[in-house]
Antibody
């Protein structure tokens, strides 16, 4: 059974960057697509993008292009999301979630990490 | 970008009743690319249904999905107290995923 465990809460100043990790266990990391989804306080879910290590590809929602970077370390079975130029509007819970690399479009996202709260405040 | 519109915004029903949640997409999508999740307070979302009508692992059969084209439905046939949650639909099209705004289901 696959599990995703994310790094802890962060408090950041406006204009800085944050890097969140998502460690996977119980499966074959290279067979995963790792998505990043965020949820602002009291709001809905917003897909940010995806990294598919076996294909060496990333894709981003238009509003995050140029400001978010996805990386992965296969040896640590861990994916990372770095968001730069933070503003108060980036205050949110950031989730990672897995889909299968080969059926990433149709299989849904499961499981999800527990979420990482990122607070941007001066 | 395809926009998903969920209705109603919220509903309040009693245990044992049937809940019908709607998700309308702004363009026709493949039935292979429509999923449903629920999210309970303080928890991560959980996949319920993928490919419009396939239940995810360990999801009880009181949850069912249907639809095609631009209109999709999640039905909870016999509500139980633990079904209280926000329900989201999600679609994939042209390498982009988007979520609906959610339907809050309250169990009286």
């Amino acid at each position: 059974q696959v599990h995703l465990v994310q790094s802890g809460a962060e408090v950041k100043k406006p204009g800085t960057s944050v890097k969140v990790s998502c460690k996977t266990s119980g499966g074959t990391f290279r067979s995963f697509a790792i998505h990043w989804v965020r949820q602002a306080p009291g709001q809905g879910l917003e897909w940010m993008g995806v990294i598919i290590p076996i294909f060496g590809t990333t894709n981003f929602a238009r509003k995050f292009q140029g400001r978010v970077t996805f990386t992965e370390d296969e040896s640590a079975s861990t994916a990372y999301m770095e968001l730069s130029s933070l503003t108060s509007e980036d205050t949110a819970i950031y989730f990672c979630a897995k889909s299968d690399a080969y059926t990433y479009a149709s299989g849904g996202f499961a499981p999800w990490g527990q979420g990482t709260l990122v607070t941007v405040s001066s | 970008e395809i926009v998903l519109t969920q209705s109603p915004g919220s509903l309040s029903l009693s245990p044992g009743e049937r809940a019908t949640l709607s998700c309308r997409t702004s363009q026709t999508i493949s039935t292979s690319y429509l999923a449903w999740y629920h999210q309970k307070p303080g928890q991560a979302p959980r996949l319920l249904i993928y490919a419009t009508s396939t239940r995810a692992t360990d999801i009880p059969d009181r949850f069912s999905g249907s639809g095609s084209g631009t209109d999709f439905t999640l039905t909870i046939s016999r509500l139980e107290p633990e079904d209280s949650a926000v329900y989201y639909c999600q679609q994939y099209h042209s390498a982009i995923w988007t979520f609906g705004q959610g339907t809050k289901v309250e169990i009286k």
